[in-house]
């Protein structure tokens, strides 16, 4: 549904739908355009009782806001509490309650005698919460949430215990820390707004963002220019994503702002998004109404303390888990470095070669220039010059010829010994020979012994 816009250039849409599992909708809306006027509230206390606080919330905001136009929004929400509390009396409704988010026109709150004595006072807009139904403002193609969920894990993330991924299959998810009706008195959030032309606001119960992310949200915001197809096809995709919930959408476009917006930035330090932190915040935190949603019982004031705990005592035990899986990651990174230590260790001494040390001929444990840290050792002196290595085996032996063992290293030096021992012979023949000719052949035999004996 759509309706025209008004004099305050405002056209909203909206759309709810009870989802792919519930057997009713305990959602409710109020949309109230030419009053700018929007309400989302979400029910809980079983059956019957969720249906009925959400449907009173939203009655009770019509009939108030429409006859006492100067009531401020705090005392409208008061009384809206009050009146869920006090029919909770029945005892078929014991324990009901509803969320509300609230986007309105509201005259500025009376904190000054000033402001009390004005016969037109000055107005802007909120928008306020009680639970954890959601207000977002969707400008220049980015969504910002305005509001602060009141959940047992939305106060865990904001405190650091947990992150918002851990949040979204958190077993205390369901619990809300705000709710209208349970108690005689409720600690609303109000946060003032700043439109401006262009600006399009989305109020909606947890079951579209439990089932549809930002970027989907945004995209069809940004798809659709019509406010009332854009909340039906948000409503649209929860289903699609799974329709777990009940599932309720108010989009509302700022047609024109109508000097609002500099009214209201004279009057209040709203940031850059045109929103700020609560204007009256909850002083109970915890201490306030605790509630839980419609698929659980509300929970009694020690059940709340039990409750919370609980959501300490997870997110403790989840820390626990998360050192021990740091604790065991470390232990294997440490062994994975050692092993690798070990193994580069053992590869660089596992071996042996035959090379230079200086001028001498060395057997060496190691790899020929090291690897990485480990750094050849001399095993063996073996006494041959270079000078004496015998040609073909120079090349080989200044790069290193390695060996698997150091017996297969004492062959190949015993094989240069024998070729050196050759050669000395065969040098010795020939110049044996040479010096004998002028000679008496009995001179050479005296001369063999000496090479020999070498
Ligand atoms: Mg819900």
Known sequence: MTTQPTKLALRAGAATDRGQVRTANQDALLMLTDLSLFVVADGMGGAKGGEVASRMAIDTFREIYVDAGATTLTEVI?????????????PSLRGMGTTAVILAIVPEEPDSETADALADPPQHLLVANVGDSRAYLFRDGGLTQLTDDHSVVAELVRDGQITSKEAEAHPQRNIITRVLGVYPEVHPDLWPVDPVRGDRYLLCSDGLFNEVSDDQ???????????????????????????????????????????????????????????????????LGFSAALGTRADAPVLSRSARREARRAAHKEAKQRRTRLTWRALVFAVLVLGVIGGAFATIQWYGTSTYYVGFDADEVAIFRGRPGGLLWVDPSIELDTGILRDELPPRYLAAVTAGHQHASLAEAKVYISNIERDIEAVNRAATTTTTTTTAAPSSPSSSSATTPTVTAN
Do not use: F, K, Y
Request: charged share 30%.
């Open 78 to 90: 008061a009384e809206v509490n009050r009146r869920i509390h006090d029919a909770s009396d029945d």
């Open 217 to 283: 949200i945004s995209a069809a915001l940004r798809r659709l220019s019509d406010p009332g197809e854009a909340a039906e096809e948000l409503v649209r995709l929860a289903n699609e994503g799974g329709g777990r919930d009940n599932i309720t959408v108010i989009v509302v476009d700022v047609i024109d702002d109508a000097g609002l917006a500099t009214r209201a930035s004279a009057a209040l330090a709203g940031d850059q998004h045109g929103s700020s932190r609560p204007a009256a915040s909850d002083p």
